[in-house]
């Protein structure tokens, strides 16, 4: 299920009619540059995003609940007060995401890319499940 918080307009990345296109290294583009600008809030719960392109996007303070979102990529991104919840980030790529307030409880990221150190200690704080190879 995926929706925008109720006192917005909603943004579905299903849209009938509308197919992706691929970016060189395999991740889907289903949301335009626009799009991407407007998912703070933005709710999904239970479904497969794998290798989805967020690269760049407003995601504050969106929520995901057990979601499948193996190797998306989130560079750039805005995670800041964001929640993953029982997800599966393997394999996603974090390069220049802004993590603040950002949880992770019971979520996977083996083998997670783009994560420095500390920020890979922080996201354990957050409830993260972190292997580093």
């Known amino acids: 299920m995926l929706k925008k918080k109720p006192s917005d307009e909603p943004i579905s990345c299903l849209r009938p009619g509308r197919g ?15 799009e991407k600008e407007r998912l703070s809030g933005f709710v999904c719960r239970d479904t497969e995003l794998n290798r989805v392109d967020f690269s760049n996007a407003n995601l504050r303070a969106a929520e995901f609940h057990r979601v499948s979102l193996v190797a998306a990529d989130f560079s750039g991104a805005d995670l800041r007060c964001a929640s993953f919840v029982g997800c599966d980030l393997r394999e996603a790529r974090f390069e220049g995401a802004l993590f603040q307030f950002t949880r992770f409880d019971q979520s996977w990221l083996i083998g997670a890319h783009g994560l420095s150190e500390p920020m890979r200690k922080y996201l354990r704080r957050q409830g993260a499940h972190l292997w580093v190879s």
């Not at 992706?20 to 626009?34: K, L, N, P, V």
């Open 20 to 34: 992706c296109s691929y970016s060189e290294d395999g991740t889907h583009r289903i949301f335009t540059a626009s």
